[in-house]
């Protein structure tokens, strides 16, 4: 498990991460996202160790094991592609080394023979015997080519070197599996390969990668940092759009709400409000069926017919006593 405590970083005048509190749990894949310059790599760098906050701290349980992905393609340029993908495990790489220069020398002491054989005791229980195979299986999987595994990292293109470092990264089973845009420059092969790599691994990963067609595959929760926080959801990323989509239908609603109701308290007779079905209306209502308008005869008697002129002369009537005309001295109707 890794967690961040109070996490924060300021560039400048600018804080990136502000009392930033999160958990990392064994067995689940988190992909980190975020808005471009929103600090996804940057967090990530944080979280490894390569790059110190402001305040705060990372904490991991105590015996586990982090590995990251590396971003620079020429660091391993000098050494051998097998030997780069073993240094992702560095106390084996280093044991390795060190049984190699101890049974090197002429003049083997019996101190030499202590220590070697104190070597090979962790070297067996860190399955160092396996360790040139299941790198070249990891190399292999990623379509790395057997004949390029005793090659120097430099001689490789630049794909085949971002493989080498992903391999690097995924190998001997790290308790926590840091990865920063893992399927750049890779191929569909590759690609396809590393989600089945992911999804049965039972550590902690986390990633950041900006396709969300590979956070879907493989991840069980997203980590979305925005103003400075991060914000955890359960699922992919669908799952985490759908989510968002809904909270900020929601918000929207509560504001509209708030809106409508502040502007009725500052403005009472502004806003419409509807009838109730209950509330009977006003006398003065200009929907209200003046007493002449009203039908006086029983049902079902047969209506009389009224002149042209006199129907013209009470509609004009009504119309006048629902909205009047201003006096202009001539006259109001000619019928």
């Known amino acids: 498990m890794i967690s961040a405590n109070n996490i924060t970083l300021r560039v400048g005048k600018k804080a990136l991460f502000e009392e930033v509190n999160i958990k990392f749990t064994e067995g689940n894949c988190y992909g980190i996202i975020g808005a471009n310059g929103a600090g996804k790599s940057t967090f990530l760098r944080i979280l490894s160790g390569q790059l110190e906050p402001t305040n705060g701290e990372i904490a991991i349980s105590p015996g586990e094991r982090l590995s990251f992905l590396q971003q620079d393609q020429s660091k391993y340029d000098d050494y051998p592609v097998l030997d780069t993908v073993i240094m992702g495990n560095a106390r084996l790489y280093e044991i390795m080394k060190e049984k190699d220069a101890i049974y090197a020398k002429e003049d083997f002491t019996d101190e030499d023979g202590i220590k070697a054989s104190e070597l090979e005791g962790e070297f067996a229980t860190m399955n160092g015997w396996e360790a040139e195979s299941d790198a070249a299986s990891l190399l292999n999987g990623l379509g790395i080519d057997t004949e390029l595994h005793d090659k120097l990292v430099k001689d490789l293109t630049g794909p085949e070197k971002v493989k080498v470092l992903l391999a690097q990264a995924l190998f001997g089973n790290p308790d926590i599996l840091l990865l920063d845009e893992p ?153």
């Open 183 to 335: 399927t750049n420059h890779l191929d569909l092969d590759a690609i396809a390969w590393l989600e089945e790599f992911l999804i049965n691994f039972e550590n902690t990963v986390i990633v950041v990668s900006h396709d969300r067609y590979f956070l879907n595959k493989v991840c069980t929760q997203i980590a979305d940092i925005d103003y400075g926080k991060i914000q955890l959801y359960a699922g992919n990323y669908d799952f985490w759009y759908e989510s968002s989509q809904l909270l900020i239908r929601q918000m929207k609603e509560a504001n509209r709400k708030k809106r409508s109701r502040s502007c009725r308290n500052l403005f009472p007779g502004s806003v419409p409000t509807r009838q109730s079905p209950s509330r009977p209306r006003p006398e003065s209502a200009p929907w209200r069926r003046s007493s002449w308008m009203r039908s006086s005869r029983p049902a079902g008697s047969t209506p009389t017919l009224t002149s042209a002129p006199t129907a013209r002369s009470a509609m004009r009537c009504w119309q006048w006593k629902v909205s009047p005309r201003p006096l202009t001295g001539k006259r109001f109707w000619t019928i």
